[in-house]
């Protein structure tokens, strides 16, 4: 079984969008104003964005982007980090891998083995 589709509600739809297209490669192919987006990676992995006033995930809630290479995590986290995110350095943990809060109210991880 592969998961193919997520949804998210999220704060601003629009930030949300643009950090994804921005650091993640995803493309959205699909949008309803302020409030809804669907995106596509290069797998055909469909991730919609859905605006909610008072989102709150659980605090250990989080997606994953795994990476193909250390050296991409660490690119990652450098242009995070230069645009103003606070992200921790990657560390060893299960793989290579850094936290970030996303504009919309969720968190991301960067990963690689």
Same mark, same amino acid.
């Given at each position: 079984m592969i998961l193919k589709h997520l949804n998210l509600t999220v704060t601003d739809v629009?930030?949300?969008?643009?950090?994804?297209?921005?650091?993640?490669?995803?493309?959205?192919?699909?949008?309803?104003?302020?409030?809804?987006?669907?995106?596509?990676d290069d797998d055909q992995?469909?991730?919609t964005l859905m605006k909610g006033k008072n989102v709150q995930y659980p605090? *250990? %809630?989080?997606?994953?982007?795994p990476q193909e290479s250390r050296d991409k995590v660490d690119q990652i986290n450098k242009c995070l980090k230069d645009d103003g995110y606070a992200v921790?350095?990657?560390?060893?943990s299960?793989?290579? *891998? %850094?936290?970030?809060?996303?504009?919309g109210g969720f968190t991301i991880e960067v990963l690689s083995e």
């Amino acid at each position: 079984m592969i998961l193919k589709h997520l949804n998210l509600t999220v704060t601003d739809v629009e930030a949300s969008r643009q950090f994804l297209e921005t650091y993640f490669d995803m493309t959205c192919v699909n949008s309803r104003g302020k409030g809804f987006a669907a995106m596509f990676d290069d797998d055909q992995f469909v991730l919609t964005l859905m605006k909610g006033k008072n989102v709150q995930y659980p605090k *250990t %809630f989080h997606i994953g982007f795994p990476q193909e290479s250390r050296d991409k995590v660490d690119q990652i986290n450098k242009c995070l980090k230069d645009d103003g995110y606070a992200v921790d350095p990657p560390i060893e943990s299960h793989g290579y *891998t %850094f936290y970030v809060e996303a504009p919309g109210g969720f968190t991301i991880e960067v990963l690689s083995e």
